[in-house]
């Protein structure tokens, strides 16, 4: 089952709420990695861990073991936003279910996605990271599907609209959401005083397309590294079972012989 087969707005109710960091990153990281590397998703357990302890594309930077993953993916399935696919192989595989469980389009699932992964960021920086994952215009295109997030609960503004505009996601826990919003409040004025968001060179937006493609060449190794570690053990499993086997059928030979 393919990301796009599930690109379409759910007539059902959102059923979305507030989630744990880790959580958060999972449920980020299953939805950059289908739109991205589409080829390795649904994913293992392994690759889930491995895509979300990325240094790039990631803010904080985390350490999650494989154990904290699949109790992070138990917790995610019991809320019905993430589901385990069958008919893989021996590594179970996970998929998001987050199109209908946050009630929101292609584009809009790629700003959020973005958000989950980084948190707080500015428009333009959130424009430059979530076109890696669709294709966002120009900031006019962005605002729009910034508006629709906005009217839908699902995205909150940190700083007033206009140059330098901060949003941020509304799935924060609300002593989080609190310390979030005290923290921007405090760097307003400091930004204000050294003259916020200065122009960025005209560089700027190639430098990100180059960033992000290394970006997601790191992750897609990543997660083949992942693969390949699973397989490794696969296979010295079947060889563990293949060597028992042998023994049993010398030993029936024996018998037989004897």
Do not use: C
């Not at 009217?151 to 909150?156: A, E, I, P, R, T």
């Amino acid at each position: 089952m393919n990301e796009q087969s599930s690109s379409h707005d759910s007539q059902a109710k959102p059923r979305w709420q507030p989630l744990a960091a880790i959580d958060r990153r999972i449920a980020g990281v299953l939805v950059e990695k289908a739109k991205t590397t589409p080829s390795a998703y649904p994913m293992s357990l392994n690759a889930i861990a491995a895509a979300a302890n990325q240094k790039s594309n990631r803010d904080p930077i985390m350490e999650i073991e494989p154990e904290d993953a699949e109790e992070s993916l138990e917790r995610l399935r019991g809320l019905g936003a993430v589901g385990l696919i069958e008919g893989h192989g021996r590594v179970a595989k996970y998929r998001h279910y987050l199109y209908e469980w946050l009630g929101v389009d292609k584009i809009e699932l790629a700003v959020m996605a973005e958000l989950l992964l980084r948190g707080p960021q500015t428009e333009g920086e959130l424009r430059g990271r979530a076109s890696r994952m669709e294709s966002i215009t120009d900031l006019p295109a962005l605002r729009t599907v910034l508006d629709s997030l906005k009217s839908k609960g699902l995205v909150l503004p940190l700083t007033p609209e206009g140059r330098g505009h901060v949003v941020t996601h509304a799935l924060y826990t609300g002593k989080e959401l609190e310390r979030i919003k005290a923290e921007s409040a405090a760097v307003r004025p400091v930004a204000a005083e050294a003259g916020e968001h200065p122009r960025q060179p005209a560089f700027a937006g190639a430098a990100i397309s180059v960033n992000t493609l290394v970006d997601d060449l790191r992750g897609e190794i990543e997660n083949l590294r992942a693969d390949l570690n699973e397989i490794r053990s696969e296979l010295m499993g079947l060889t563990a079972a293949l060597q028992r086997t042998e023994g049993e059928v010398r030993r029936i030979k024996e018998d037989l012989g004897g």
